[in-house]
């Protein structure tokens, strides 16, 4: 199993002069200790759970075009994309350069997005959620044709673009797709008809693997309704809980969660703390031992 480090927070101490030098350093730790995925959020203002509006967050892709500057190795993605964020065919352009300049290591992490204050307190439509979902599955057929040979017209309900070019194009003719969520009528299906990826929530104990269990069944049922390659999809989950305490309690459940075909799982820093200890002990304690899970 490979491990991702999602850097869901940007307060820690004395974070007004040290945000930088902390983010830099823990990407360099990541890259270097064998971590396969690094992403951030992608949200304007941080979530009400991890602080609210008041704490500090950076834009996304900015925030991704400059991991990419200081790695090498790790993939990178935001957890997720919201759809509403940007017109689908400047996403596809977005993170067509962070593939270009990243040499093939970009991920687009979409969803429906949600947090219905950030886009009231910064302007942004929010449509109903039916709606938000109609924009997702536009955006991902404009990102599909974009990543492709046709640069002709789109025409859908709510996009409409005269022209799909795309140059440079992806290093490896397309981004890959991870949505994520767990919905079961629209979410996985989208995953089914449309994504190389998947993200789920995770949680310790045996009702979290029994939960991811069932999305993944509900999952492989869109697949063979619709006939993709469920065993093509990457399982990802994002896990709540800090393994460094007790690595070996963490892998123990890990080894549940790959039995149902999860092949990586993202972990999050521990809020108000220092990342770049944490991150170290990461890379030193948990990644040799998890790549044999």
């Not at 990541?30 to 509006?53: C, E, N």
């Not at 017209?153 to 070019?165: F, V």
């Not at 993202?266 to 200890?277: C, E, K, N």
């Amino acid at each position: 199993m490979d491990l991702g480090l999602h850097y869901s927070t940007f307060t820690h101490p004395e974070w007004e002069t040290t945000l930088a030098d902390r983010l830099t350093e823990t990407a360099r730790i990541a890259d270097d200790g064998g971590v396969s995925l690094m992403t951030v959020m992608d949200h304007w203002f941080q979530m009400l759970h991890t602080g609210g509006p008041y704490e500090p967050m950076l834009e996304g892709y900015t925030t991704l075009g400059y991991l990419a500057g200081v790695t090498k190795n790790v993939r990178l993605s935001l957890l997720v994309t919201g759809v509403t964020y940007r017109y689908p065919g400047l996403l596809a352009k977005t993170v067509s350069t962070l593939d270009v300049l990243s040499r093939g290591r970009a991920m687009l992490g979409i969803g429906a997005a949600w947090y219905d204050r950030e886009h009231a307190g910064l302007g942004v439509p929010f449509p109903p959620v039916a709606e938000r979902f109609e924009r997702l599955e536009e955006t991902l057929q404009i990102c599909r044709q974009m990543w492709s040979d046709d640069d002709g017209a789109y025409d859908g309900k709510h996009y409409h673009l005269a022209e799909t070019i795309n140059l440079p194009r992806p290093p490896r003719g397309a981004v890959p797709v991870m949505i994520g969520g767990g919905g079961e009528r629209k979410t996985l299906r989208l995953v089914a008809q449309y994504a190389q990826a998947c993200n789920l929530f995770g949680a310790p104990g045996p009702e979290g693997v029994e939960m991811v269990g069932h999305k993944l069944d509900v999952l492989r049922e869109h697949c063979d309704r619709l006939g993709t390659d469920y065993d093509a999809i990457e399982k990802t989950m994002l896990f709540q809980g800090d393994p460094t305490g007790d690595v070996d309690g963490f892998l123990a459940g890990m080894e549940r969660y790959s039995a149902l075909g999860i092949t990586l799982v993202a972990l999050m820093p521990p809020l108000y703390q220092d990342p770049v200890p944490w991150a170290t002990r990461l890379a030193e304690d948990v990644v040799p031992r998890l790549r044999d899970v």
